[in-house]
């Protein structure tokens, strides 16, 4: 069975600092797809960013980014210079990809981050 | 990102009446639709997968009869609590897949907020 982990149920960070939030996953799938979703008090689920496991780079997106050890199986989001709108739960989530259909997303149960003015 | 609309955003209903959730995918065909309930605090649960024109896939342990799912469209589904009772409050989350990237990303709508009474 596919699963998510998130050990974190709850972070704090001061403004302008730098948190890491973790996410283990359990797969014997080799094509399969991790994301970062954040959920703000609105409840509008956004995708932070995505991360395909064949690629060795790791994805990036402004102060966003990701430290993905395929053979440990961890996909950690680490968010840089943090602000007030940071404050969100978020989510790690997989799919697989079976060879031209996607399976369904599976979440973690979750991680609220507080950011600290 | 793509864009997927959710109405009503919030409704209060009395127990034993139906209730109509609509999911929309504004600027993209959504093949595949998703439904997922959120309990407070909690992760996203997978509810059911429609794809346009089949029947909906339901997860265990969700009743099919109890929340009906119509995918009549590639823009449109629609989730149905028939006979609401006060355990069915909660909050509910459409997301879409489309043809965007290959299939890659899923887009999340806003959520329905359901309070039976």
């Known amino acids: 069975a596919q699963t998510v982990t998130q050990s974190q149920p709850e972070m704090s960070v001061q403004e302008a600092e730098t948190v890491t939030l973790s996410c283990t996953y359990d797969t014997s799938e080799s094509d399969y797809y991790l994301f970062w979703y954040k959920q703000p008090p609105s409840r509008q689920m956004i995708l932070v960013i995505r991360?395909?496991?064949?690629?060795?780079q790791n994805a990036t997106e402004n102060r966003f980014s990701v430290n993905f050890q395929k053979a440990a199986k961890s996909f950690s989001l680490k968010i840089s210079d943090s602000q007030l709108g940071d404050a969100a739960m978020y989510f790690c989530a997989y799919r697989a990809y079976y060879g031209g259909s996607q399976g369904n997303l599976i979440f973690g149960k979750g991680t609220k981050l507080s950011v600290k003015p | 990102g793509a864009v997927v609309s959710q109405h009503p955003s919030r409704v209060i209903c009395k127990s034993g009446t139906s209730v109509k959730i609509e999911c929309r995918s504004l600027d993209f065909q959504a093949t595949t639709m998703f439904w997922y309930r959120q309990f407070p605090k909690q992760s996203l649960m997978l509810m059911a997968t429609?794809?346009?024109?089949?029947?909906?896939?339901?997860e265990q342990g969700v009743e099919k009869d109890k929340f009906l799912i119509n995918h009549a469209s590639l823009t449109l589904s629609t989730l149905t609590v028939t006979s609401a009772h006060p355990e069915d409050s909660s909050f509910y989350i459409c997301s879409a897949r489309g043809n965007l990237q290959a299939q890659e990303t899923q887009y999340f709508g806003p959520g329905t907020r359901l309070l039976v009474l």
């Open positions: 991360q395909e496991a064949y690629k060795q």
């Open positions: 429609s794809n346009e024109g089949s029947k909906a896939t339901y």
